[in-house]
């Protein structure tokens, strides 16, 4: 398996398929040769394989499931979350079931294409920034990549929208699924005691950490990103 998808602008990080569509295979006694399955799983799936492959008991308090076991019973949805990457503040969680996938923003003031070090040394983000910068990047690279803000909601069918680039949460026909996949989010945050919006307390100390060992030129990108962060939160933002 792999921790992440790609790593590129909608990709690691963030929700899209490119960002959460990861392989998984596996094999062992008493799992079919070449067998595909298509239902949902996350990596808190893993650990309860091993230990089900291995006899051990799966504790009652483990969110995981063997895959195999007779006991199993499949997703109806699985949840992703986002919180600081690097120097990066976000939050962001998603619902995902067969058919829809559901996108919350919670700092949807922010660009999606929020400032870090780690990703903008990439060179396909230097093009694409480039590109933009210069006006070459189409209207659909524009609005997906480098919109200033970010809806506070998305919603796509992820299946029939393979790049999910049409944000259906505004559209009447979808209220009503958009309202179940709410409040099943919402429900979830309940249930797992998912944190609020963190007040960053480390995030100093975590930068200074961050900061040591590296080039003054990297420094100089970093402590750029962590100023803009702050000028963010003073924001409200």
């Not at 995981?64 to 969680?93: H, L, M, P, W």
């Not at 480039?130 to 990549?145: M, V």
Request: aromatic content about 10%; proline content about 4%.
């Amino acid at each position: 398996m792999t921790d992440h998808g790609i790593s590129h602008a909608r990709g690691k990080q963030f929700f899209y398929d490119e960002g959460t569509h990861v392989p998984l295979l596996i094999r062992g006694p008493g799992i079919p040769v070449g067998e595909v399955r298509s239902e949902l799983v996350e990596h808190i799936n893993v650990a309860a394989n091993s230990l089900g492959g291995t006899g051990i008991d799966i504790l009652a308090y483990m969110q995981g499931q063997n895959v195999f076991s007779q006991y199993y019973k499949r997703r109806s949805f699985v949840i992703a979350a986002r919180d600081r990457c690097d120097e990066t503040v976000d939050r962001i969680r998603s619902l995902r079931n067969d058919d829809f996938l559901y996108i919350r923003n919670f700092l949807p003031q922010r660009p999606m294409q929020q400032p870090n070090a780690y990703k903008n040394s990439k060179l396909i983000i230097q093009f694409i920034r480039r590109f933009n910068a210069s006006g070459e990047l189409c209207y659909l690279g524009q609005r997906l990549l480098f919109a200033a803000e970010r809806p506070s909601e998305e919603l796509y069918l992820w299946r029939e929208d393979t790049w999910q680039q049409r944000n259906l949460a505004s559209e009447p026909p979808h209220q009503e699924v958009l309202a179940e996949l709410r409040a099943k989010l919402d429900e979830w945050v309940s249930d797992t005691k998912d944190r609020e919006f963190a007040d960053e307390v480390m995030y100093d100390s975590d930068m200074a950490a961050c900061l040591e060992g590296k080039t003054e030129e990297v420094n100089a990108g970093i402590l750029g990103n962590i100023t803009q962060k702050k000028e963010w939160a003073r924001k409200g933002w």
